[in-house]
C-alpha cells in the first residue's frame, strides 16, 4: 500500500470516528442547537429570495464551495488534535520516565 493510499484510509476512518464523536458533542450543545436553528431560518429565508436561476446557481455554488471548505477543515482539526494528542502523550511520558529514572539514581 503506497503512502497516499494509506492517508486516505485513515483519513477515511477518522471521519467515520470523528461524525460520531462529534455528533455526541453537538446534540449536547446548546450554542450549536441555536445556531443550527438560525442556520435553518436562513436557508428559508433564501428559498422565499425572488431570484434569478442564475443568481440562484450562483449563490448554491457559493454555499456549497463554503459547506464542503468547512467539513474539509473540520475534518483535518480532528486529525491535527489526535497528533497534538500522541504528541502530548509522548511528551509527557518522556518527562514522567525521565523523573522516574532520575529518582531511581538517587536510591
Do not use: P, W
Not at 35 to 56: C, I, M, V
Amino acid at each position: 500500500m503506497c503512502d497516499k493510499d494509506f492517508k486516505e484510509l485513515v483519513k477515511i476512518a477518522v471521519e467515520k470516528l470523528k461524525d460520531e464523536s462529534v455528533l455526541k458533542l453537538l446534540r449536547a450543545d446548546a450554542s450549536y442547537q441555536k445556531d443550527s436553528k438560525d442556520e435553518g431560518y436562513a436557508e428559508d429565508a433564501f428559498n422565499q429570495l425572488d431570484l434569478t436561476q442564475e443568481q440562484r446557481e450562483v449563490c448554491q455554488h457559493l454555499i456549497d464551495c463554503r459547506e464542503k471548505q468547512d467539513f474539509e477543515y473540520g475534518t483535518h482539526a480532528y486529525i491535527a488534535g489526535l497528533m497534538d494528542t500522541f504528541r502530548i502523550m509522548v511528551y509527557c511520558s518522556k518527562k514522567m520516565g525521565y523523573r522516574e529514572n532520575k529518582g531511581s539514581h538517587i536510591m
